[in-house]
């Protein structure tokens, strides 16, 4: 019971072995099942998570929330996944037709290729590769590409205004999500997902490199393109960005990547930052690694939307400024401090618990001067003074009685 | 058996994507085919066992390079235009040149007495190779850091002087 995912795997090897297939083959077969699997299990928890998300965005905005298909609206997902199927495909006039049909497609592979390397439990591994990391930066690349051909391909101004704030957007925050990400490869002196995970056992990343973490948290929450950093497809100017033009299951694709992009930010973050498979007993029971995982993922998953449902829109000139005035000298700075803290100290050979203490001060330190400097740096808001008789609703300054 | 036809499989997406971008009269469409072609060759890179090669290759082939020259096309609207031609009178002079080159570089692959090192492949080579680049070939490396660096400040400094001109002229 303990090993159940080797446990099946050997016995479908032996039954397949007994059959007359040959080692390689049975390898490649067992591979297959291995990856559907993966990719099954995700849309499964996507659309578990549609309906947790629309139930959680009704509680915070002070409303019920799917509430109708069955108790507490559990089928409701259901209900939308046989409508979206049922809708017509439309085409805009003057479309690219091959690039307007990739684009949903690529959007939702460049999500589900980052699974491919994750770590699961001790021993349920992805395809653990010696450059995982790079990897997961890498295929983020194709996100971007799909945005970019979604919005060209419409032929639709405002699509193509979405395309082109993606760009600026989504290239500029990957600058500080790769630079913090190399903060647990240096700690972990290793770009192996499985090896930066046992090098966290003990003691997570979230507590030797909370500023890390929170950095990749902000430029990850930048990279999925939802509010705050909605500008790709803010409703009140672009009417959906990118994807507009798009309904049925097209539209579909789109709204499962982005769902499916938020659940994979948390898994990074558990792996990168909260020990990933790590907990009480799951070297014995890699089952309880599975379910750590996933259970983390989640809690990341829900912090992430407690943040979007919380806050409004962030403007296109302030989302840059927090990027190069803030977040990459913070994870320059960052990177730099822990390399030299980190090779001194293993000069030394400190122990355990000094080095993770002293680790944690100097982030926090960091932290706090980065925050005192931006604060100081940035003039004071000014807000801007209407007319005495401008005609508004409530005229800025009157108090609400 | 089976590498055989992964490799043709893979050369056959490259090479179809190489000759499909120069022969697209739609510039985009182009831009497109040149990631389906550096897919290829990341490919190749897989099927000789280095991965590192592979990924660099996505990360800044495609994840840089490709996308900003997408992004150029899209901002340039002259290109996008449907009657834009693809070539110009110069083309014969460019296909031989083009011809000429991959001449030399052919019989220089073909004739080239190419080293074959017999030890297997480190386990680790990423830690071997960050080793390599920090100690042996550090002026190298520290050259190309300068000179990435100078491109980078060139590439501010233009971008704000024009800025400051056009609003001078405002």
């Not at chain 1, 979405?162 to 925050?173: C, D, H, N, P, T």
């Not at chain 1, 950095?215 to 959906?240: H, R, T, Y």
């Not at chain 2, 000179?147 to 400040?153: I, N, R």
Request: charged share 15%.
């Amino acid at each position: 019971m303990a090993d159940l995912i080797n446990l099946i795997e050997n016995w479908l090897e032996k039954l397949m072995l007994g059959w007359g297939a040959s080692q390689e083959l049975s390898l490649f077969i067992l591979q297959a099942i291995g990856s559907v699997l993966v990719v099954i299990i995700c849309f499964a928890i996507v659309i578990a998570l549609i309906w947790v998300e629309r139930k959680l965005a009704g509680r915070i905005q002070d409303r019920f929330g799917p509430n109708r298909a069955g108790p507490f609206g559990i089928f409701q997902s259901f209900a939308d996944i046989i409508k979206i199927f049922t809708k017509e495909y439309i085409t805009p006039e003057g479309a690219e037709k091959g690039f307007y049909n990739v684009a949903p497609v690529l959007a939702i592979a460049s999500v589900l290729a980052i699974w491919a390397v994750f770590p699961f439990a001790v021993n349920v591994l992805g395809a653990d590769i010696h450059v995982g990391v790079l990897y997961i930066v890498a295929v983020g690349a194709f996100g971007i590409l799909a945005i970019l051909m979604a919005g060209w391909s419409s032929n639709n101004r405002y699509s193509l205004l979405g395309a082109s704030r993606s760009v600026a957007m989504l290239i500029s925050y990957e600058i500080p999500m790769v630079v913090s990400l190399l903060v647990p490869v240096l700690l972990a002196h290793s770009m192996k997902l499985s090896d930066i995970i046992s090098a966290q056992q003990p003691w997570w990343n979230l507590i030797v490199a909370p500023l890390a973490a929170l950095v990749f948290l902000i430029s990850s929450m930048a990279e999925i393109g939802k509010a705050p950093f909605d500008l790709l497809e803010a409703e009140s100017e672009l009417v959906a960005g990118y994807h507009t033009e798009y309904s049925g299951m097209k539209f579909g694709m789109f709204y499962v990547a982005e769902f499916l992009h938020q659940y994979t930010v948390g898994a990074l973050i558990t792996i990168f930052f909260l020990g990933g498979w790590g907990g009480p007993l799951a070297v014995q029971w890699p089952i309880l690694g599975f379910i750590y995982f996933h259970f983390k993922t989640f809690v990341v998953y829900l912090v992430i939307s407690w943040i979007r449902l919380s806050l409004p829109r962030i403007r296109i000139d302030a989302m840059l400024n927090l990027n190069w005035k803030f977040l990459i000298p913070v994870s320059f700075i960052n990177l730099v401090a822990v390399a030299i803290a980190d090779r001194v100290m293993l000069e030394f050979s400190v122990a355990r618990w000094i080095y993770v203490g002293i680790m944690f001060g100097l982030n926090i330190f960091i932290l706090l001067v980065s925050l005192f400097l931006a604060g100081k740096a940035s003039p004071e808001v000014e807000r801007e003074t209407f007319p005495a008789n401008r005609p508004v609703a409530v005229p800025p300054g009157t108090e609400s009685k | 058996m089976v590498p055989v036809l992964v490799f043709a499989a893979i050369s056959l997406v490259t090479l179809g994507g190489a000759i499909a971008v120069v022969t697209n009269k739609n510039i985009l469409h182009s831009a497109y085919f040149l990631v389906l072609a550096f897919v290829g060759v990341a490919s190749v890179y897989v099927l000789l066992e280095a991965p590192f090669i592979a990924v660099i290759q996505v990360l800044i082939y495609i994840g840089a390079i490709a996308i900003l020259i997408i992004f150029a096309i899209m901002l340039t609207r002259r290109l996008m235009s449907k009657d834009m031609e693809e070539r110009n009178q110069q083309w014969i002079w460019a296909a031989l040149g083009a011809l000429l080159l991959f001449g030399v570089l052919g019989w220089l692959v073909y004739n080239a007495n190419w080293p074959v090192i017999e030890a297997a492949v480190p386990k680790e080579p990423i830690t071997l190779m960050g080793e390599e680049l920090l100690s042996t070939y550090v002026v190298p490396f520290e050259i190309a850091s300068v000179l990435l660096l100078a491109a980078l400040v060139g590439s501010i400094l233009i971008g704000r002087e024009k800025d400051q001109e056009s609003r001078s002229a405002e």
